[in-house]
């Protein structure tokens, strides 16, 4: 269950409302309501406010800055592509699309098993299509879809060993 189904259910269980209840108030088919608390349908901000107004409750969306919790591994990629992406231009692309390319075929021929293809797959059509602020979001980004698009990422050998080494002591 996704963190809003769990606080449907805890409102709920709170207020001794049944799921046939809430769809009678509310509108929304029970087999709805059962797929939000089970996680197997998304429910957006603006759905559970609907749902929790129907039970006497507003959502409160409360937005603070946070470290993500990151292995060494992953910080390290990060950091890596963090210090490539700096360098990300349209002309320094084009410079760097050869070895970029060249990883991208050498990949293809090793990578297998989901999700790493796909995201190889999403990896060759930022290259093809120049996709600047993609490949920039990719290589910044701290979501799980980034972190494991970088588990495959082609953007290897595009720094000096020094510039890797003084990424790398950063991390430790």
């Excluded at 992406?85 to 075929?105: A, D, F, K, M, Y």
């Excluded at 600047?132 to 050998?157: C, F």
Aim: net charge positive; glycine share 8%.
């Amino acid at each position: 269950m996704g963190d809003r189904g769990n606080v449907l259910e805890l409102v709920m269980r709170e207020t001794g409302t049944s799921q046939s209840e809430l769809s009678r108030l509310s509108g929304v088919h029970q087999p709805s309501i059962s797929q939000f608390l089970s996680g197997r349908v998304d429910l957006s901000d603006e759905q559970l406010d609907r749902l929790l107004s129907c039970m006497g409750r507003r959502l409160e969306v409360v937005r603070s800055v946070v470290r993500p919790e990151l292995t060494r591994s992953e910080r390290r990629s990060w950091l890596l592509h963090r210090r490539i992406s700096s360098r990300l231009t349209r002309e320094t692309l084009e410079v760097l699309e050869p070895v970029i390319q060249g990883n991208l075929s050498r990949l293809h021929r090793g990578v297998t098993g989901e999700p790493h293809e796909r995201n190889l797959h999403r990896w060759q059509v930022l290259v093809d299509t120049r996709d600047l602020p993609g490949l920039k979001r990719v290589s910044t980004g701290l979501d799980r879809d980034s972190i494991e698009m970088r588990e495959v990422s082609p953007m290897r050998g595009l720094l000096s060993e020094q510039e890797r080494s003084e990424v790398l002591a950063q991390v430790g």
